[in-house]
């Protein structure tokens, strides 16, 4: 089945995978202030959400697992000022 898109519709297309990494670091820096307000099986849920937003900044995993080690939004935090 052939998909038919407006030319409006590739843009808004174009425009997010353009922006991807942006999005990500913005949801990241959101899931942080998240992370500080949260605690147990919530803080968990939201460190999964993280990481996979981590991923797709383009933080090495090695990093990654670092930080979600050091279970700190502060080193978080500091670690996407880099991004910015």
Known sequence: MSEHRTKYQEKVIKNYYRNRDAIALQKAMEQVTDLY???GKKRETVWA?????????GLPADRIEHLKAQ???GLVAEELKKFV
């Open 49 to 57: 959400r993280l990481v996979a937003n981590l991923e797709k900044v």
């Open 71 to 73: 279970d700190d939004p």
């Open 37 to 39: 307000l949260s605690e």
